[in-house]
């Protein structure tokens, strides 16, 4: 009913910059949260950051080098990521809190994941 597709992952060196883009198309009557989450080999998936009501938050890891914002027209969430770390590696999963329908209870959609290496 919704698909979430993400793009802008890729390989980039220490200090290096890039920008994920996640859009969701489907049966959208309204979307409320929107974020990112991570997943780095043999961790946990992570929050990294999310955008709900106008308000952001972010995990103390990536604090001041990535920024999330979101195009309410295209259904669109970004994260912009700069000051790369090796640390930062990890296939990144967009996420959508979405209603689909008058009445309906929200629901949890994923994206399929986009990877994220930094290593020079």
């Known amino acids: 009913q919704v698909q979430l597709v993400e793009s802008g992952g890729g390989l980039v060196q220490p200090g290096g910059s890039l920008r994920l883009s996640c859009a969701a198309s489907?049966?959208?009557?309204?979307?409320?949260?929107m974020g990112w989450y991570r997943q780095a080999p043999g961790k946990q998936r992570e929050l990294v950051a999310i955008?709900?009501?106008?308000?952001?938050n972010y995990a103390n890891s990536i604090t001041g080098r990535f920024t999330i914002s979101r195009d309410n027209a295209k259904n669109t969430v970004y994260l912009e990521m700069n000051s790369l770390k090796p640390e930062d590696t990890a296939v990144y999963y967009c996420f959508a809190n979405v209603v689909t329908g008058w009445g309906r209870p929200p629901n949890v959609y994923w994206g399929q994941g986009t990877r994220v290496t930094v290593s020079s």
């Open positions: 489907g049966s959208i009557f309204s979307m409320n949260a």
């Open positions: 955008t709900s009501g106008g308000g952001t």
